[in-house]
């Protein structure tokens, strides 16, 4: 059995976190790692990563880490989505194949039911089928009697969903070369070809069943996807404190926490589980952790902050902070005083800016959005749902309540106003271009 692992998609709805959604560190480890170690313990000891011009070499060097299986790297060159990845791999696709996304995160028992059910020489497929019970942008299954998928639903507006259960980018076809002559006949226009395929197969008389997915299933869509990734490993994890971490003898520890290689918690710390604190990390006087976080290597929690229910990158700096509800990828630093504002006035679901149009996140709670190598000075504040592009820079007191694109440069000119530019290396003198963000 082999499997054809998907890593080429841009994943362009994350932003303003990196594209590379399978690169996102969980204890330690990139997600990719993790799939791969699940695929290998369901019994798949051939696979093959479909990558892009841009990530090869990191796609590369993470499959060559794992052991016991045979590893091959082909880059995604044609048309793109999954049509392109199958077409990418014409040449691997002769036998049985399980086709993964890694930006689909399910439990690794899940990979060994689909190969169970592969085992049925009647069938021609075999897919992971989850129950929701909200609304899901993607395809929905059409299942009658011996779980046998009769038809694919995709995108269906809100309300009018036609069942329960979803698919998930975890599948198995029998035959390969079928599933590249069916992705053949396809529109390339179509950003659905996974369940256009499918559905072209089920409409050939081909038998796909549905395998229920019990237990965790999340999808990385959206930015504000990675929290219920992110509760799903640290509830997974076993409490340990490394032999090289030093504990101040006042710092209090309790519930399921985690603390890597040389890990410093000090003076007067508190942090209450679960939480993941990464390699080299420093938790400092006075701080605050709680609520389920991971806070990736090399971070300082400086004194008197409080982190609440995030995900923090690595090489991250805060002091005298508070961080509650917010996702701040790698390489980012906030002044003294700085806050993240995670709760509306009227308690209601915060909204976000998604291709220019507001959008509900479902979420009660939500901080800001933060992308690589920000810079915040002291006392800014950032408005519920904001996004912060990569190497932007958010000057002294600012109240930010308005998305901030890549390389911006935003500074305070009056009460809920803010000034921003393009030229984020500029100093504020030489601003010639500007606009007014307005208040919600």
């Known amino acids: 059995m082999k499997a054809l692992v998907l890593c080429g998609d841009v994943g362009s709805l994350m932003h303003p976190l990196r594209g590379d959604k399978f690169n996102i560190s969980f204890l330690g480890r990139p997600l990719l790692e993790h799939v791969i170690d699940h695929l290998h313990e369901a019994g798949i000891d051939k696979m093959v990563f479909v990558a892009n011009s841009a990530n090869r070499e990191l796609v590369c060097r ?8 045979t590893c091959h790297v082909v880059t995604q060159e044609g048309r793109a989505g999954m049509a392109g990845a ?6 691997y696709l002769h036998g049985p194949v399980v086709v993964v996304s890694p930006n689909d995160v399910v439990e690794p028992a899940a990979y060994s039911a689909l190969i169970a059910a592969a085992e049925d020489s009647e069938l021609d497929g075999a897919i992971l089928a989850y129950c929701v019970d909200t609304h899901f ?9 011996e779980s046998r998928v009769v038809s694919v639903v995709e995108k269906p507006d809100p309300c009018s969903e036609p069942s329960d259960p979803i698919t998930v980018s975890v599948h198995y076809q029998r035959d390969g070369q079928k599933l590249l002559q069916t992705i053949g006949r396809t529109d390339p226009e179509k950003d659905d070809l996974r369940e256009v395929a499918l559905a072209s197969l089920l409409a050939d008389g081909r038998k796909v069943r549905a395998v229920a997915q019990a237990g965790f299933c999340g999808h990385l869509k959206r930015p504000w996807d990675l929290f219920p990734v992110m509760e799903h490993f640290l509830s997974g994890m076993q ?4 032999k090289s971490a030093r504990v101040a003898s006042s710092a209090v520890i309790e519930g399921n926490v985690v603390l890597a290689d040389g890990v410093r918690v000090l003076e007067h710390a508190v942090i209450r589980g679960p939480a993941y604190v990464g390699c080299g990390s420093v938790v400092g006087n006075n701080t605050l952790v709680r609520g389920g976080v991971h806070i990736g290597a090399r971070c300082v929690v400086g004194f008197s902050t409080e982190v609440k229910h995030s995900y923090i990158g690595e090489d991250c700096w805060f002091h005298s902070n508070y961080i509650g509800d917010s996702i701040i990828d ?3 630093s906030f002044g003294s005083g700085s806050v993240t504002a995670n709760l509306r006035f009227d308690a209601g679901v915060v909204n976000s800016t998604m291709d220019g149009t507001r959008t509900p996140t479902g979420r009660r709670k939500l ?12 006392n800014a504040s950032f408005l519920p749902g904001v ?3 990569p190497e932007a820079i958010v000057c002294p007191h600012v109240c930010l309540n308005e998305d901030l694109g890549e390389g911006m440069f935003a500074r305070p000119v009056g009460n809920y106003e803010a000034v921003v530019s393009g030229a984020s290396c500029a100093p504020p003198a030489a601003m010639d271009s500007t606009r007014r963000l307005e208040q919600r």
């Not at 993470?62 to 299986?69: K, P």
């Open 367 to 378: 901080g800001v959005i933060m992308g690589r190598h920000c810079k915040v000075g002291i």
């Open 62 to 69: 993470t499959a060559h880490q794992c052991s016991g299986a």
């Open 137 to 145: 942008p993607g395809g929905y299954l059409m299942v009658e009697s």
């Open 330 to 332: 790698d390489g980012c």
């Open 387 to 389: 996004k912060v592009g």
């Open 239 to 242: 409490p340990a404190i490394s």
């Open 86 to 91: 199958v077409e990418a791999v014409a040449d």
